[in-house]
C-alpha cells in the first residue's frame, strides 16, 4: 500500500532520552557533515503516544557544518524523550551528527493572546530576536555564539508577551492524544446529519448532475433502462479497483459514510498487502484489532517501528496473526520491541508460508526463541541486524531454507561465527543473491573462500569485517567465482591491495564500490575499475591515502557519469 506513505518516506529514526522532562521549545541538531536529511521530529508523553513538533521536506543546502532549528508546534504536555526521523535521499554521502539540543520550561509558556495559536518560535521571530539565513532559514550557525540571545531577551520581558499555565490545567483537554488517533474523531452526531442533510438537498444532486455531464454524457442505466446516478450501481469489482488507491485512514473514514461502502470498504481483498509503518505513532491495541477483521487474506505486512512503548502487547500480535496469519509471505518487524520468543513461536506455527522475515533491532528474541524459525522451509530473505542468534541455530536454519536469497548479519561484532556461517551458505544456499555482514568480525579467509560457491551473489559487504584484513588469495578467488556482483563494500579493509581488488574487473555488472579506508590502493587500479566496469556509478575513494585530490579530480573529468566520493580530514594548522 505506497499510497500510505507521505509524499516524504521515512528511512531511519533515533531515540534520544534527555534527563529531565520539559515543554520543548525549540530542537537544535548540531548537523556536522552532509545536512539536510532531517525530515521529522517527535516528541513522546507520559502515555508512551508520540505528537510530531516538526516535519518538512529532505533539503538540498550548502555541505558545511549547521545548527539545524526548525520553529516547533505548539506542545502541550512534558517530555524528556525525542524522536527524529531523516530521508536520506538528496543526500551526495552519509549524513552525520553531533549532538541534539532540547531547550524547554518546566511550566507551560504561551504567547500573551487570546487564541494561544501561536508558538513561542513565531513570537521570537515577530520581535526579531534573531536573523535568519534567507537561503536556509531553519539554519541558526552563523549566530551560533549567541543563538539563545533571543530566549534571555524575552525572560526580561516576560510578563509583556507571554503567559505561564500550570500544567494541569492544559494536560486535561489531551488535546495532542486526539491528533495522534488512528481514526479521527467525527463531528457529533447531531452537528454531522445537519451538514449532510444541506448538503444532499443543496450541492449533492448539482454535483451528480456535473459529474455525470462530464464523464458521461449518456445517462447510465440499469437492466430494466431506469437512469441510475449511484455509484453502488457500478460493479462491485469496480468499486474494489477503485478503493485500492486509498490510504488506510481513508478507508476507515469510508466505512462511515453509510451502509453500503462500510461493508466495500471493509473487504478483505483491499488489505491483502498492509503497510503500517506510517502509522507507528498511533497504531495501538484497538486499531490492531479493528484490523485483523479486514485481513483474512492478508499476504504481505509491514509492521516496523509499530507497537513500542507499551501501545500495544505482544499478546495482541499474536492473536492478529491467528486471525489472519496464514497466508503470510512477507512479514517486517524491524525496531518492534514487543517480538519475543512466544512472537516467533507463533510465527512459526502459523505462518508456515512465509519468504521474508525482517527482525532487524529485534533485541527481545533469545537464541531459543529463534531456534523455532528450523519449522519454516521457504524463507527466501532473513534480516537479523543486531539480534543475538547464535551460530549453530543460525546454521540449522540455512540447511533447511534452501532458497535463500537475501541474508543481514550485519552489526553482529563477535556474536557469531561468520565463518561457519560463510560455510553453511555456500554448502546450503546456492540461490544466495545478498549478503550483508558489516563488522563482522569473525569473518576470516576462510568464510571468503567459502562463499565462492555462491556464484548468483549480486551485493555484498564486508565493511569493517576486520578478521580479512590480510586474505591471502581468498578474496581474489571470491572475486573470480562470483562475477554477478553489482554492489561491493570493502570498507575499511586496510590491508587489501591492488592486486586483492583487481579480479572485480570482470563483473561486468557492476554498479557500487565502496573502497573508503583502504590505505594502499592507488589511483591505477580505480582508473581500471572506471574504464572496464561500463555500468559503475558510484566509486568510494574516502580516506585512500595514496589517491590525492588530483586524481580525483582527474578521474571525475574523465568520468563524469560516475559519482566518485572522495571524504578527508582537514586537518586545522592552528590546532595542535
Known sequence: MPQNNGDVVSQDYIDLEFYQEVYPIRVSIFETYSPGSVIGIWAQNS????????????????????????????????????????????????????AVFLIGTLELVVPNNNLHSETLDELLQQLGYLEYDTCDPYNLTPDYLTVRRDIKNLKRTFSEHCKLYKSTIIDKGQLVAEMSQFCQCVAPIEEALNI?????????????????????????????????NRFSALPDETV???????????????????????????????????????????????????????????????????GNYNMFKYKDFIYFLQSCGTSLTHLRLNCCHFVNDAVILEISKVCKNLKELCLRNCMGITNEGFSKLENLELIERLELYRTIIETSTLCSILRKNTQMRHLNLAGMHGRLNIDEVAIELGNSCPYLESIDFWKAQTLTPHGVRALSHCTKLREVDFGWCNGMNAPGDSLRAFLFSCRCLEKVSLVALRGLTDSDVEPLVLSS?????????ICSLTADICSVFLLFCTKLEMIDLSFCERISNDDIQEMRKKYPHVSIKKSFQILDPYIE
Do not use: M
Open 509 to 517: 555488472q557492476l554498479q557500487q564500490l565502496d573502497l573508503s579506508g
Open 196 to 228: 449532510l442533510q444541506q448538503f444532499l438537498q443543496g450541492d449533492f444532486l448539482k454535483f451528480t448532475k456535473d459529474i455525470a455531464e462530464k464523464r458521461c454524457p449518456v445517462p447510465l442505466t440499469n437492466l430494466e433502462g431506469q437512469q441510475c
Open 47 to 98: 502515555e508512551g503516544k508520540w505528537f510530531q513538533l516538526w516535519s518538512g521536506l529532505p533539503q538540498i543546502v550548502p555541505q558545511k557544518p549547521r545548527l539545524f532549528t526548525p520553529h516547533l508546534h505548539l506542545c502541550n504536555f512534558k517530555t524528556k524523550r525525542i524522536r527524529l526521523e531523516f530521508n536520506h535521499d538528496l543526500l551526495e554521502y552519509y549524513t552525520e551528527l553531533d
Open 240 to 306: 474494489l479497483n477503485i478503493l485500492k488507491n486509498l490510504d488506510l485512514k481513508s478507508l476507515c473514514r469510508l466505512c462511515r459514510v453509510n451502509r453500503y461502502f462500510n461493508n466495500i470498504a471493509r473487504d478483505a481483498l483491499l488489505y491483502r498487502y498492509l503497510n503500517l509503518k506510517p502509522y507507528w505513532h498511533c497504531l495501538d491495541t484497538t486499531a490492531l484489532s479493528c484490523l485483523a477483521t479486514r485481513c483474512q487474506y492478508l499476504q504481505q505486512l509491514d509492521l516496523s517501528w509499530c
